[in-house]
RNA sequence: GCCUCCAUGGUCAAGCGGUUAAGACAUCGCCCUCUCAAGGCGGUAUCACGGGUUCGAGUCCCGUUGGAGGUACCA
């Protein structure tokens, strides 16, 4: 049989991480078994539905590179696959069930029924329906409905016994038949809800793997009930751990985790955010962790997968990332950066390629580039303290007679090109007898007017370029020798 | 509370009855070096606890503890 799997998200907001790894395993494991991939968008609660959600998810899977063969955007033969769109597809299944008796028409009203809730909650119990709708004959109930009386149809539970089925990872899930409520299947307003259309649109689109959160894990035996009352095959379930944002929180927009697309504005390679995400909760088994998406597929395999939940590592995934962006060529790299710079320089003469050389092997996420080149844009208001360092020997007193000595030196050189730089101050070096550090140390510290640089003093004094520089070493003279008064 | 599931370093994790318990991130140290990175080398750190089963348990079973998920006319 063809593997068909669906990833089914609900349009209530951005995509979120959990769900782009649970998409992502949906693909995989598809395209690994030479597959289909479906996307179903479940709108069933449209009081939920966020605007622009719906494109979002399009956006996102399409940026992740995630493509499905079938889809609302990309249409298929099993649409539509968007639940709104299929409404009127459902309810004679839920007639079907009502005749067969497993499920049946409920007239209770939500004020009724929060009423015997808070009873229930109050006595300290766990509320369940009590099937009070269930004793109504079917005449009656026939009757009741032709009348106009607002119903939901709910499935109907058996009281005794337990459900169980084979999770593909999990093995058997068994649940008592007493802990599963008799859920509403279809809503007042005709809409199904998530419990019926999942099983409805997973069959209709001849789903053979259903992939999902194990938020379904211990409702899926109404769901398999589901399947069995209807006299369909119920597919394989593979229910997959969530990604948490710590030992207790589960990952959230609510406690500021960032979503896929916060990732890729913030500068994260989404080549690095699907590598990393492939590996949370999934392990090829040998010791290799770079993949590509194609690789990703050849490797996939439900035994790597693991059953705990585990915890969204923001370094490592600033690592993944920063091995991405060193594998760049230069070109790739400086098309990322660039605009990364323009907010700093905007428009300059500044030889930004040449700066990108040099960020490059320093940049672990391209939003971390604006703080890091800044000070070629404007030096910084600095301590003079910072002209001293142990190691190189350097304080304020021979700092201030080694700029005073670079400051005829650089004024007469015709160019600021590396060479030219690094030949006169190789020079000057030897004959003066210093140690480069004597000499490098203070002219970083002058023209950067900050400790840690993208580079040594000879690439600073390129970038900025002759009369920036000068006008900052002059700046260093100065600040020095107020503090020798 | 009840039900279901899970449990190897700080984090991701390999391990499928016999291993010196891999590897990666993070962390620490050293080398390189005009700073910071990058790169190279090395160190610290894990089987939650208690009972079984077995010649032998991180691996199997039970319990405890801890955690997660569920408990809607949400998905």
Redesign the pocket.
Known sequence: MKVRTRF???P?GYLHLGGLRTALYCYLYAKKNNGKFILRI???????EVEGAIQMIYDSLHAAGLHYDEGPDVGGDYGPYI?SERKDSYLPYAMELIEKGAAYP?????E???ER?EEATKR??????DKLCSHISKEEAQRRMESGE???IRQNIPLEG?T?YE?V????????NN???D??L????G?????F??VVDDHLMGITHVMR???????TPKYDLLYKALGWESPQYI?L??V?K?????LSKRYGDPSFEDLLSMGYLKDAIVN?IA?????????R?FFTLDELVEAFSI???????????M??????N??YI?KLSADEYYTLALPWFRQVFGNTKMDLRRLAE?TH????VFNRLPEMVAFLNELPNYEIELYT?K??KTNSENSLQILQECLPLLSALDDFSEQTL?NALAAFITEKEY???????P??IAV?G???????????LYLLGKEESLRRIRDGIQRLSKEAI
């Open positions: 089914a998200p609900s209530t479940e709108d069933t609660d449209q009081e939920r639940q409920c007239f209770c009203t939500k009724a029924l929060a809730r300290g119990e766990t509320f369940r329906y607002p119903y939901v337990s169980s999770d990872l999990y093995g058997k899930v068994e649940v008592p802990e599963l409520d859920n509403v279809i809503k007042a307003d809409m199904p809800t998530y419990n259309a999942n959160g194990t938020e379904y894990i211990s409702s229910h751990p969530v948490m710590d030992a207790t929180r589960k990393f590996l949370l909760g999934w392990s090829p088994g040998d010791n962790e035994e790597g997968l693991s059953k705990s939940p585990s915890i969204f590592n370094e490592k995934l600033t690592w993944f920063s091995e060193k040099l092997s320093r940049t672990e360092h190691k190189m690094h140690k480069n550090g004597l000499v490098y140390w002219l970083r950067c900050q400790q840690n640089t993208p580079g040594g003093a000879i690439e600073m």
